[in-house]
T-cell receptor
Framework: SAVISQKPSRDICQRGTSLTIQCQVDSQVTMMFWYRQQPGQSLTLIATANQGSEATYESGFVIDKFPISRPNLTFSTLTVSNMSPEDSSIYLC???????????FGPGTRLTVL | AQSVTQPDIHITVSEGASLELRCNYSYGATPYLFWYVQSPGQGLQLLLKYFSGDTLVQGIKGFEAEFKRSQSSFNLRKPSVHWSDAAEYFCAVGASSSGNTPLVFGKGTRLSVIA
């Protein structure tokens, strides 16, 4: 199994500011995934982050709004830029792997934008 | 393209009653299938998974699921629901042995349990 930690666990931010979410994994992984979960909704994949290359974004998500860094095989950051109240969500870091191919999730960052 | 349909957005059952949550998938090859649970304010926890072999799989917390290829279904069941089972349940499908592609998740089914 994999242990994933995220910081911060929650934050309340003002409109127009940016927040960087950190994700740390206890093992080396090639791909890491970032999800958004809006209130009462399912998981929406934002992007796939491959170490050493630019992240691949899903339809509806752009790098200027959600820049991602992947400096090494155990760490990634997601920045939510120029925030608006619509960005209020839980943001989850994830990876897939291990012998069972299940997907592991971090505890999430609960973001509230005022 | 892969997809997962969970037709029930919200289900309410009485404590002690049986439960079945539906999941239908669309996938071109033999799928890897999963059920996750998300309790209020908690992270996602894996309940069970199916890769191959016996089509009835057992998971944690007394849950089981049955893979039916002919119906493209992977329904989750529990014979007797406990109040602590109230949560959001997600079905997911993915390619086999691929850490490079994420699972595709359904929209989830919210389970409420009443006394």
């Amino acid at each position: 199994s994999a242990v994933i930690s995220q910081k911060p666990s929650r934050d309340i931010c003002q409109r127009g500011t940016s927040l960087t979410i950190q994700c740390q994994v206890d093992s080396q992984v090639t791909m890491m995934f970032w999800y958004r979960q809006q209130p009462g909704q399912s998981l929406t994949l934002i992007a796939t982050a491959n170490q050493g290359s630019e992240a691949t974004y899903e339809s509806g998500f752009v790098i200027d709004k959600f820049p991602i860094s992947r400096p090494n095989l155990t760490f990634s950051t997601l920045t939510v830029s120029n925030m608006s109240p619509e960005d209020s969500s839980i943001y989850l870091c994830s990876l897939r792997g291990g012998g069972s191919d299940e997907q592991f999730f971090g505890p999430g960052t609960r973001l509230t934008v005022l | 393209a892969q997809s997962v349909t969970q037709p029930d957005i919200h289900i309410t059952v009485s404590e002690g009653a049986s439960l079945e949550l539906r999941c239908n998938y669309s996938y071109g090859a033999t799928p890897y299938l999963f059920w996750y649970v998300q309790s209020p304010g908690q992270g996602l926890q894996l309940l069970l998974k199916y890769f191959s072999g016996d089509t009835l799989v057992q998971g944690i917390k007394g849950f089981e699921a049955e893979f039916k290829r002919s119906q493209s279904s992977f329904n989750l069941r529990k014979p007797s629901v406990h109040w602590s089972d109230a949560a959001e349940y997600f079905c997911a499908v993915g390619a086999s042995s691929s850490g490079n592609t994420p699972l595709v998740f359904g929209k989830g089914t919210r389970l409420s349990v009443i006394a």
